[in-house]
């Protein structure tokens, strides 16, 4: 069986405190994008995972997916898989593509071996890999809280707007990002500005990660400068980096965008 896990971006984030445990606390919302993985299982004698296209750091059979079967093999009889994994979302861009590898394989498991998961089951097997993997089992936009693992419905549809993303030949490291980030609530939620229209976002809808960031790869600025620059109605880099979206009114070409960096349109 095969699936074709989406990215997303992050359209604001506020680190708002440090938690006891380590994590910290966030708000954000997620929205599924156009760019996309595939995943496949195929019955195997034992089970493996092969990863095609784009390199990720470690051990094929102890990544996201792997670890996810081996979840569900805890809880249920199922035979073993051979995993294909054909990366095409980029890795370290704050994209989630290794979070929506893993929560993809579980629905097909799911569904291949008529499993009888509920959407909730799922999504609890998906928090234990990270804190953005349960998004992607219903992978509709949500306003994202606590450590960003916890939902509430968000009707929000930019399907009107050209959504261009560009992803630097820069790798940010998660960990790195949350260590430099200064945990701050904001003056005024997230929840509440996001149903502003997209042409009131500039300022007000913000990431946290970026100050930071941008003053370890000041190129990742000149992105948003550059896309602003281009004329879009709003740009912001998603997640802890290292890629910048943007909305524009009408449909654009960037080529000099295109010379050092992956340039996605209409995502």
Not at 137 to 156: H, L, M, R, S, T
Not at 195 to 214: G, M, Q, R
Not at 221 to 242: P, R, V
Request: glycine share 6%.
């Amino acid at each position: 069986m095969l699936s074709f896990p989406n990215a997303k971006i992050n359209l604001g984030l506020n680190i708002t405190e440090k938690r006891s445990d380590g994590y910290h606390n966030l708000e954000t919302v997620f929205y599924p994008i156009n760019i996309k993985d595939a995943v496949e299982i195929t019955d195997a004698e034992q089970t493996s995972c092969k990863i095609y296209g784009t390199n990720i750091p470690g051990d094929a059979n102890d990544n996201l997916c792997m670890r996810a079967y081996n979840q569900i093999k805890q809880d249920f009889d199922i035979p073993a898989q051979q995993i294909s994994l054909l990366k095409n979302i980029p890795v370290g861009a704050g994209l989630g593509g290794g979070s929506a590898d893993c929560a993809f394989l579980i629905k097909l498991l799911n569904e291949k071996f008529r499993l009888g998961m509920s959407v909730t089951t799922m999504q609890n097997y998906a928090r234990r890999l990270g804190a953005d993997c349960a998004f992607f089992i219903e992978n509709k936009p949500v306003y994202a809280f606590n450590k960003g693992d916890e939902f509430e419905k968000c009707e929000i549809d930019l399907s009107g707007w050209f959504k261009v993303l560009v992803k630097p030949p820069v790798h940010v490291s998660t960990a790195d990002a949350y260590a430099l980030v200064k945990p701050q609530k904001p003056l005024q939620s997230l929840k509440e500005i996001i149903h502003l229209s997209p042409t009131t976002w500039k300022n007000k809808v913000i990431n946290d990660f970026e100050a930071s960031v941008f003053a370890k790869y000041p190129q990742i600025h000149q992105i948003k400068t550059s896309l602003y620059d281009a004329g879009a109605t709003f740009a912001l880099m998603s997640g802890s980096g290292s890629s910048v979206f943007a909305l524009f009114n009408d449909p654009v070409k960037l080529p000099e965008l295109e010379k050092d960096n992956l340039v996605y349109y209409n995502v």
